[in-house]
């Protein structure tokens, strides 16, 4: 109804060429060994992201346009070529059609973070499933995504235009949000309050807050602002195991 009936104007054409400047890069890793994940499923996802990016790439969000991730990709179904992949339903691994893009999700709205596009509706991970394994992002700095009632949208409340680009290499999912105009401020996202806290009931709850600084060209801070605060129950233990004798020594 809101796609259809609503007063947003959804942006839904792509640009030709790329856009001149890019704002914001970013890549993540295509194939990761997850514990209890087979990895049929890992290169499901890598086919499930190819079709997923082919759809967005290019896309272009005019002032005053709103970018909608379902509104754009639409349904991920067999009939569009779709497979098995991961997905996480309620803390736990299963296997659905089209799983894996959540990954393209997740790097949106990373990206964005770092741009002047603002953020209108995210929805966040209600559970914490793996342990950090070379993390290189705050905890809670994605976006979680369900067709087609948890979307991920992005207003252009700018004078210019932005595009965004994504595409796969063998090893990475890359993405750019690029513009007509060059950038005039940079940011910086980091986590404050983080803390694991066990509940009641025994089990683990992780929370944070993310928040982003603005800098001016001159690389002087003009701002400091709230961003999005997560709780997640944890799925894992997060105690550390005491060393081993060997490895105290080493």
């Known amino acids: 109804m809101d796609w259809y009936f609503g007063r947003k104007k959804f942006s839904l054409k792509k640009g ?22 087979k990895m049929w499923l890992q290169h499901n996802k890598v086919k499930n992201l190819r079709l997923a990016t082919e759809k967005l ?10 970018f909608s991730y379902w509104r754009l990709l639409g ?12 997905i996480l339903h309620y803390g736990k691994v299963q296997t659905g059609v089209g799983g894996g893009v959540c990954q ?17 509706e ?4 209600s559970y914490d499933v793996f342990p950090d394994s070379k993390r290189s992002q705050p905890f809670g700095s994605g976006a979680t995504c369900a067709y087609n009632y948890l979307d991920l949208q992005i207003k252009n409340e700018t004078t210019h235009s932005y595009q965004l680009v994504v595409y796969l290499t063998d090893t990475h999912l890359v993405g750019e949000w690029r513009s007509n105009a060059p950038p005039i401020h940079s940011y910086e996202v980091y986590e404050q309050d983080h803390m694991i806290r066990q509940e009641y009931w025994g089990g683990y709850v992780r929370h944070n807050r993310i928040h982003r600084k603005k800098f001016n060209l001159n690389k002087q801070q003009i701002d400091d602002e709230f961003v999005t605060e997560n ?15 060997s490895e105290m020594n080493n």
Do not use: C
Not at 60 to 65: A, D, L, Y
Not at 75 to 86: E, F, I, L, Q, S
Not at 233 to 244: D, F, K, Q, V, W
């Open 16 to 37: 030709d060429t790329p856009l001149q400047h890019v704002i914001f890069t970013h890549q993540t890793v295509l194939m990761r060994e997850l514990k209890d994940v």
């Open 57 to 66: 790439n290019k896309v272009v969000i005019k002032p005053g346009e709103t």
């Open 75 to 86: 349904n991920t179904t067999r009939r569009k070529g779709y497979v098995d992949g991961m």
């Open 104 to 120: 393209l999700s997740n790097l949106i709205y990373w990206m964005t973070l770092h741009s002047p596009l603002t953020v209108t």
């Open 122 to 125: 995210r929805y966040r991970h």
């Open 231 to 245: 709780h997640a129950i944890m799925m894992y233990e997060p105690l550390l195991a005491e060393p081993s004798f």
